[in-house]
């Protein structure tokens, strides 16, 4: 079920920069703090957001965190935006075909 917590998360652009880091692969808070060139504490603030959301997991090697992408919210939130997307896609359609229509009057008209 989508909430507005993973809105809220997605909605700031430095969180979907970690967003896009760690969905290649697992990364530590100093590979992302590299990565994106924030401070420690910027970076720690984004992750909990987003591990509140749901939207990243972590786990423990050694002393090192490491955080990866969850999935399931981004599902939740495709499946929300589908009836969106078709209403678009229709409207785009239309457009073409119109556009399409609109053509040969305009090639005639300019070689007139």
């Known amino acids: 079920m989508l909430t507005t917590g993973v809105l809220e998360a997605i909605a700031e652009p430095n969180r979907r920069q970690i ?6 692969r697992e990364r530590s808070v100093s590979e992302l703090v ?8 910027g970076v720690s603030r984004h992750l909990r957001v987003l591990r509140d959301a749901g939207l990243v997991a972590v786990r423990a090697d050694a002393q090192r965190r490491l955080y990866r992408i969850r999935s399931e919210p981004l599902r939740d939130l495709d499946e929300w935006l589908e009836p969106y997307r078709a209403e678009w896609s229709d409207r785009l359609d239309a457009l073409g075909r119109h556009l399409e229509r609109s053509r040969p009057e305009q090639l005639s008209e ?3």
């Open 19 to 24: 967003l896009d880091a760690v969905r290649v």
């Open 110 to 112: 300019e070689t007139s």
């Open 34 to 41: 590299d990565q994106l060139e924030m401070s420690q504490p």
